[in-house]
């Protein structure tokens, strides 16, 4: 069911990366959880948009309500990049108007195995879903890609996680100079698990460099989407299942299935 939610804040981070603060009463959201936002009380976009729950916020006081009456409330944090219309739309609302949420939505990540060592891998906006299970691990190796350095101001809450943190740039100014999969190899062994979150060419490579190396692979997907709760088939990708020599193909839907799958379940061909 769609919430309303008051907006506390709507800051611009750095050039078009934007962090919404809203309070909810949400159950506690897993990471790599997402929700599915109304951007404008019209009808225009008439489609919610879907984000990554980047944090959840403690319980705070606030007068909400009519009677102007103190309320504890658990709300969310989400990051977000201006795109296109829903999104330049959403950067204009101010705080204390409210925005329609339904959510939490989707899987999430699973806990990594006992002993593995983690490696997260996010490309751009990829980092977003990856705060609350970075936060979780309290361990483990970031590697973080983007077009140029002015985008690690992004990596700011992931310093002082715990994490290793590593960073490549398409210009070369900061980090290696290339794509963030450049770093991936050096950091695997077959009990790697790695976690990645950005555009599809990085998940495609960020996979078959782990299954090169033995190690296990979660992606978390993104497709346009319309309902966000499994009904509307809108986000439907081909996956496949191994049994002994058999191969069977079916779609799955990135909202109610995912929007985490294992790689290897991906059919990477028709992405
Ligand atoms: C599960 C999930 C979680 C997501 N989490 C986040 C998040 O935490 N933060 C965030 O900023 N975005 C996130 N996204 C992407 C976000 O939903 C889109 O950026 C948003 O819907 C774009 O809406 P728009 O109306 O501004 O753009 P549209 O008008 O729909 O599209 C405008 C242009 O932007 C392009 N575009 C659309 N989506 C993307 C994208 N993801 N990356 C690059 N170009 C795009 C379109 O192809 C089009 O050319 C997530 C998507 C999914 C499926
Ligand atoms: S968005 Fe409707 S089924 Fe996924």
Same mark, same amino acid.
């Given at each position: 069911?769609?919430?309303?939610?008051?907006?506390? +804040?709507?800051?611009?981070?750095?050039?078009? +990366?934007?962090?919404? /603060?809203?309070?909810?009463?949400?159950?506690?959201?897993?990471?790599?959880?997402?929700?599915?936002?109304?951007?404008?009380?019209?009808?225009?976009?008439?489609?919610?948009?879907?984000?990554? =729950?980047?944090?959840?916020?403690?319980? %705070? !006081?606030?007068?909400?309500?009519?009677?102007?009456?103190?309320?504890?409330?658990?709300?969310?944090?989400?990051? +977000?990049? #201006?795109? !296109?219309?829903?999104?330049?739309?959403?950067?204009?609302?101010?705080?204390?108007?409210?925005?329609?949420?339904?959510?939490?939505?989707?899987?999430?990540?699973?806990?990594?195995?006992?002993?593995?060592?983690?490696?997260?891998?996010?490309? /751009?906006?990829?980092?977003?879903?990856?705060?609350?299970?970075?936060?979780?691990?309290?361990?483990?190796?970031?590697? %973080?890609?983007?077009?140029? @350095?002015?985008?690690?101001?992004?990596?700011?809450?992931?310093?002082?996680?715990?994490?290793? =943190?590593?960073?490549?740039?398409?210009?070369?100014?900061?980090?290696?100079?290339?794509? #963030?999969?450049?770093?991936?190899?050096?950091?695997?062994?077959?009990?790697?698990? *790695?976690?990645?979150?950005?555009?599809?060419?990085?998940?495609?490579?960020?996979?078959?460099?782990?299954? @090169?190396?033995?190690?296990?692979?979660?992606?978390?997907?993104?497709?346009?989407?319309?309902?966000?709760? /499994? *009904?509307?088939?809108?986000?439907? *990708?081909?996956?496949?299942?191994?049994?002994?020599?058999?191969?069977?193909?079916?779609?799955?839907? *990135?909202?109610?299935?995912?929007?985490? %799958?294992?790689?290897?379940?991906?059919?990477?061909?028709?992405?």
């Amino acid at each position: 069911m769609e919430i309303k939610s008051e907006i506390l +804040y709507n800051d611009r981070v750095a050039g078009g +990366y934007f962090r919404l /603060g809203l309070a909810c009463r949400f159950p506690e959201a897993k990471p790599g959880q997402f929700v599915m936002l109304r951007v404008s009380d019209g009808l225009d976009p008439l489609l919610r948009r879907p984000f990554g =729950i980047y944090r959840t916020l403690g319980t %705070f !006081g606030r007068a909400l309500g009519a009677k102007g009456s103190p309320s504890k409330m658990k709300g969310i944090e989400l990051l +977000y990049r #201006v795109v !296109g219309k829903g999104t330049a739309i959403l950067s204009g609302r101010r705080p204390g108007e409210t925005l329609g949420v339904l959510g939490p939505l989707g899987n999430g990540f699973p806990d990594p195995a006992e002993g593995s060592s983690v490696v997260l891998v996010a490309g /751009g906006m990829g980092i977003a879903p990856l705060y609350l299970l970075a936060k979780r691990l309290g361990a483990g190796t970031l590697l %973080f890609g983007a077009r140029s @350095k002015a985008e690690n101001v992004l990596l700011k809450d992931f310093r002082g996680l715990g994490l290793r =943190i590593k960073t490549a740039t398409e210009d070369g100014s900061a980090g290696i100079k290339g794509l #963030v999969t450049g770093l991936l190899e050096d950091e695997l062994t077959p009990e790697s698990v *790695v976690y990645a979150c950005g555009p599809v060419g990085m998940l495609k490579a960020a996979a078959a460099i782990s299954e @090169k190396a033995g190690a296990r692979c979660l992606v978390s997907l993104e497709r346009s989407m319309a309902c966000g709760i /499994g *009904v509307c088939l809108g986000c439907a *990708v081909r996956t496949k299942e191994h049994r002994g020599e058999k191969e069977s193909r079916f779609y799955k839907m *990135v909202c109610s299935d995912g929007p985490v %799958f294992q790689s290897e379940e991906v059919d990477w061909a028709l992405l």
